[in-house]
T-cell receptor, first 113, second 111 residues
Framework: DGGITQSPKYLFRKEGQNVTLSCEQN?????MYWYRQDPGQGLRLIYY???????QKGDIAEGYSVSREKKESFPLTVTSAQKNPTAFYLC????????????FGPGTRLTVT | EDKVVQSPLSLVVHEGDTVTLNCSYE??????LLWYKQEKKAPTFLFML????IEKKSGRLSSILDKKELFSILNITATQTGDSAIYLC???????????FGAGTRLTVKP
């Protein structure tokens, strides 16, 4: 089955710890995205990658880092520098520049205490 | 600053009612506007609009884009409780590969 997977579904961390969220897709999509969703707000773009070994900052990249060493994988690290890391994180992918629709993973809910 | 604004933020209706959700946008290089439905977790795709005045329809849902006035509407007729969700509007820009989302409209359909 083709799709996007995110793991884990729920993640709990202590303040001051870095944490990495996984995102894998087997759709052979070129572009991948990370969004953050807070209550009452839409999706805000953290980072995106259009091709392997390349990525760009979105609107709220501070306190986050990513890598794109493989086409299928786009992990997001939430560092201790992120002031309010507790949120719902969604990963998405898109075929290429010519396509429009993004396909979303099931999300990871991160709680930092 | 580019932005996407949805209204209302929240809406409560009864089954059978018709609703209209609004999305206005200001982006520098418009490419397309997309509507998504988000129930529990991941948003699911509803419509993509690129041309003004052409209605997209899927069952009880329809959507149209006005590129002159920079807005889109999503209509749902004969609403059902299963339509309860957050409806997200997103605008794609042509000069990069990112997408700007609105805050969403939370629709609640009561039996």
């Amino acid at each position: 089955d083709g799709g996007i997977t995110q793991s884990p579904k729920y993640l709990f961390r202590k303040e001051g710890q870095n944490v990495t969220l996984s995102c894998e897709q087997n759709l052979n999509h070129d572009a991948m995205y990370w969004y953050r969703q807070d209550p009452g707000q839409g999706l805000r773009l953290i980072y995106y990658s259009q091709i392997v070994n390349d990525f760009q900052k979105g609107d709220i990249a501070e306190g986050y880092s990513v890598s794109r060493e493989k086409k299928e994988s786009f992990p997001l690290t939430v560092t201790s520098a992120q002031k309010n890391p507790t949120a719902f994180y969604l990963c998405a992918s898109k075929e290429d520049r010519g396509s429009h629709e993004q396909y979303f993973g099931p999300g990871t809910r991160l709680t930092v205490t | 600053e580019d932005k996407v604004v949805q209204s209302p933020l929240s809406l409560v209706v009864h089954e059978g009612d018709t609703v209209t959700l609004n999305c206005s946008y200001e982006v520098t290089n418009f490419r397309s506007l997309l509507w998504y439905k988000q129930e529990k977790k991941a948003p699911t795709f509803l419509f993509m609009l690129t041309s003004s005045g052409i209605e997209k329809k899927s069952g009880r849902l329809s959507s149209i884009l006005d590129k002159k006035e920079l807005f889109s509407i999503l209509n749902i007729t004969a609403t059902q409780t299963g339509d309860s969700a957050i409806y997200l509007c997103a605008v794609e820009e042509s000069n990069n590969n990112d997408m700007r989302f609105g805050a969403g409209t939370r629709l609640t359909v009561k039996p």
